[in-house]
């Protein structure tokens, strides 16, 4: 007979202000935040009220486009209740199994780290699997909200074993789903006549972040890479035109690159029409309706690109789900402690901040 009990599945992801009050206080929350802002205290929390303050009226803006708030928590709750029937359904069709109660923890806005660890607390787990939906690793997304659900769960006493999926850029579930949509994409962009370039377009980073071990660009091209190859599988040519860019750059410091916009803009000058991909997005946000959506397609009107597409995020996408339910299952197989979605270590060892090539001695 199986094990029973009950499995807390923590699903982290960004956040986003509900209402135009919201983003202000959102914001500060965000340049706060030591992973995104190196200063000490007390300077990091002047800058942040500084920063914040000054973008918030373009932030609320742009969160107008969305009805004023942003819909990443109603698009995370229903990847949540997808991702819940897909593991109990299976738990019962196997007979006495354990339970699973999926909750979410937004880093800077509700329901926060704290929140999501008092509700843990409350379903009796015996345990806990921490899930980022970030497939690809970032000391800045998944490291920080890791580090403070470790802060929020310590605070109240929570001790449960834990195992924390790292990363999982080349997940066969996520693969599949991305190439489905691109497939879908090249389809429509290429009715014209026109051969289209792919653009997969992730966040980008500053490059001092991943000069210091981040393997977040690295685990990117991963992604792209398996995805291309899915796509290959599906008979799209070997010659396919693809490359991998970086949107959403602020602030002075040098950023990785090629930058998104100046794509869009080459895409013109050669006179090509895109396929637009957010390969580091599982969920629609502002980033996807309104930076890709809007401004890009705007962009692209502007700059003389024949056609533009932009293909949706995976959100609560069959195949998606049932990557993230195989990823929970292993992560109880793996123990307590830090796993990526493969054996062993993933990241090469020059990316020292790799949690799970850390883990693995690199």
Same mark, same amino acid.
């Not at 999501?116 to 699997?129: E, F, I, S």
């Not at 000391?139 to 790292?166: F, H, K, M, N, Y």
């Given at each position: 007979?199986?094990?029973?009990?009950?499995?807390?599945?923590?699903?982290?992801? #960004?956040?986003?202000?509900?209402?135009?009050?919201?983003?202000?206080?959102?914001?500060?929350?965000?340049?706060?935040?030591?992973?995104?802002?190196?200063? $000490?205290?007390?300077?990091?929390?002047?800058?942040?009220?500084?920063?914040?303050?000054?973008?918030?009226?373009?932030?609320?803006?742009?969160?107008?486009? #969305?009805?004023?708030?942003?819909?990443?928590?109603?698009?995370?709750?229903?990847?949540?209740?997808?991702?819940?029937?897909?593991?109990?359904?299976?738990?019962?069709?196997?007979?006495?199994?354990?339970?699973?109660?999926?909750?979410?923890?937004?880093?800077?806005?509700?329901?926060?780290?704290?929140?999501?660890?008092?509700?843990?607390?409350?379903?009796?787990?015996?345990?806990?699997?921490?899930?980022?939906?970030?497939?690809?690793?970032?000391?800045?997304?998944?490291?920080?909200?890791?580090?403070?659900?470790?802060?929020?769960?310590?605070?109240?006493?929570?001790?449960?074993?834990?195992?924390?999926?790292?990363?999982?850029?080349?997940? @066969?579930?996520?693969?599949?789903?991305?190439?489905?949509?691109?497939?879908?994409?090249?389809?429509?962009?290429?009715?014209?006549?026109?051969?289209?370039?792919?653009?997969?377009?992730?966040?980008?980073?500053?490059?001092?972040?991943?000069?210091?071990?981040?393997?977040?660009?690295?685990?990117?091209?991963?992604?792209?890479?398996?995805?291309?190859?899915?796509?290959?599988?599906?008979?799209?040519?070997?010659?396919?035109?693809?490359?991998?860019?970086?949107?959403?750059?602020?602030?002075?410091?040098?950023?990785?690159?090629?930058?998104?916009?100046?794509?869009?803009?080459?895409?013109?000058?050669?006179?090509?029409?895109?396929?637009?991909? @957010?390969?580091?997005?599982?969920?629609?946000?502002?980033?996807?309706?309104?930076?890709?959506?809007?401004?890009?397609?705007?962009?692209?009107?502007?700059?003389?690109?024949?056609?533009?597409?932009?293909? @949706?995020?995976?959100?609560?996408?069959?195949?998606?789900?049932?990557?993230?339910?195989?990823?929970?299952?292993?992560?109880?197989?793996?123990? $307590?402690?830090?796993?990526?979605?493969?054996?062993?270590?993933?990241? @090469?060892?020059?990316?020292?901040?790799?949690?799970?090539?850390?883990?693995?001695?690199?």
């Amino acid at each position: 007979m199986a094990e029973t009990g009950t499995t807390a599945v923590v699903l982290f992801n #960004l956040g986003g202000p509900d209402r135009p009050e919201a983003v202000r206080p959102f914001l500060f929350n965000l340049f706060n935040d030591p992973a995104i802002i190196g200063m $000490p205290q007390p300077l990091r929390w002047l800058l942040a009220r500084l920063i914040s303050g000054r973008r918030a009226p373009v932030a609320r803006a742009i969160y107008q486009n #969305l009805g004023g708030g942003s819909p990443l928590l109603a698009n995370t709750e229903a990847q949540a209740r997808a991702l819940d029937a897909a593991l109990n359904g299976a738990a019962a069709a196997d007979g006495p199994d354990r339970h699973y109660r999926v909750l979410i923890a937004m880093r800077y806005w509700h329901p926060r780290s704290d929140a999501c660890a008092r509700a843990v607390a409350a379903t009796g787990a015996d345990r806990a699997v921490l899930l980022p939906l970030y497939p690809q690793f970032s000391t800045t997304t998944s490291g920080s909200s890791v580090r403070d659900w470790q802060g929020a769960a310590a605070a109240i006493g929570l001790r449960l074993p834990s195992t924390t999926i790292c990363c999982y850029p080349v997940e @066969p579930g996520f693969v599949e789903e991305v190439a489905a949509l691109v497939a879908q994409g090249l389809a429509e962009a290429g009715s014209g006549g026109a051969r289209p370039r792919v653009l997969f377009s992730a966040h980008g980073l500053p490059k001092k972040i991943v000069a210091a071990g981040d393997p977040y660009q690295w685990q990117v091209e991963q992604s792209t890479a398996a995805v291309v190859a899915a796509l290959h599988r599906k008979g799209a040519p070997a010659d396919l035109d693809w490359l991998v860019c970086y949107q959403s750059r602020v602030g002075p410091l040098e950023w990785i690159g090629p930058a998104t916009d100046d794509e869009v803009v080459r895409a013109g000058r050669d006179g090509v029409p895109l396929v637009v991909v @957010p390969v580091a997005f599982v969920s629609e946000h502002s980033e996807t309706l309104v930076e890709l959506d809007i401004e890009y397609r705007e962009l692209a009107e502007r700059s003389g690109v024949p056609g533009y597409v932009r293909v @949706p995020t995976v959100d609560a996408g069959a195949a998606f789900i049932a990557g993230l339910a195989r990823l929970v299952r292993r992560a109880e197989r793996f123990g $307590p402690g830090t796993c990526a979605a493969g054996d062993g270590r993933l990241c @090469p060892a020059k990316w020292r901040r790799c949690p799970n090539a850390a883990a693995a001695g690199g």
